[in-house]
């Protein structure tokens, strides 16, 4: 099946800071990417609908300028996480989407210090 | 906005039983249903989905039932193994609209040995 990859796998950095976090459709297109946030032992949160060449459509609640996506390629949808805190401290996972399958990325786990 | 709520939280059944998940979900237009295991720190893995002009589906031990009217569906684990034990997700999806995927809370299936 379709490929999706997710870097990078872990990250720690320090309040305040910014963090990306790249996903990628390995072996397939993708105009639409989905990016998700999952704390510990709680369900998948959809923050937001990443479109390639448009911007991003984000969930009701989700800060749009705290929580940037770019989709600036049919392989490539990017999560920058802006002046992260600890409460963002959480496992993101993204997913993509060929004909009518999605595929999920293998997750990236945040902490924030 | 969209919901799907999913019974129980947690479940714990003995070797051998079955298991029954339940979700039921808001969006009319929803018409893909998947269900994924998800282990801890990992992507969610697809095991078994039914679209909406289907109103059962079966593979091996696993099996899906749709009721659009009541927007119901439920999952069912025959013969259960403690490999099972896992947390498992409905979700909904719209696949002529986007195909945005909102999960449920999860449950937790302990099968005991």
């Known amino acids: 099946g379709a490929v999706v990859s997710q870097h990078p796998s872990r990250v720690i950095c320090k309040s305040g800071t910014s963090v990306k976090i790249e996903c990628r459709s390995l072996d397939f297109q993708a105009t639409t990417m989905f990016w998700y946030r999952q704390f510990p032992k709680q369900s998948l949160m959809l923050m937001a609908t990443?479109?390639?060449?448009?911007?991003?459509?984000?969930e009701q609640g989700v800060e749009k300028d705290k929580f940037l996506i770019n989709h600036a390629s049919l392989t490539l949808s990017t999560l920058t996480v802006t002046s992260a805190h600890p409460e963002d401290s959480s496992f993101y996972i993204c997913?993509?989407?060929?004909?009518?399958?999605?595929?999920f990325g293998e997750g990236s786990w945040l902490t924030v210090v | 906005g969209e919901n799907v709520e999913q019974h129980p939280s947690t479940l714990s059944v003995q070797e051998g039983d079955s298991a029954v998940i339940k979700c039921t979900y808001s969006d009319s237009a929803s018409n893909y249903f998947p269900w994924y295991k998800q282990e801890l720190g990992k992507r969610p893995q697809l095991i078994i989905d039914?679209?909406?002009?289907?109103g059962e589906k079966k593979d091996q031990r696993i099996a899906v039932t749709l009721n659009k009217t009541a927007k119901h569906f439920s999952l069912h684990i025959t013969e259960t193994q403690p490999e099972d034990s896992a947390v498992y997700f409905c979700?909904?999806?719209?696949?002529?609209?986007?195909?945005?995927?909102?999960f449920g809370a999860g449950t937790r299936l302990f099968v005991k040995a």
């Open positions: 039914i679209r909406s002009n289907v």
């Open positions: 997913s993509a989407l060929s004909g009518n399958t999605i595929y």
């Open positions: 979700a909904a999806s719209d696949h002529t609209g986007g195909f945005k995927t909102i």
């Open positions: 990443s479109n390639e060449g448009s911007k991003a459509t984000y």
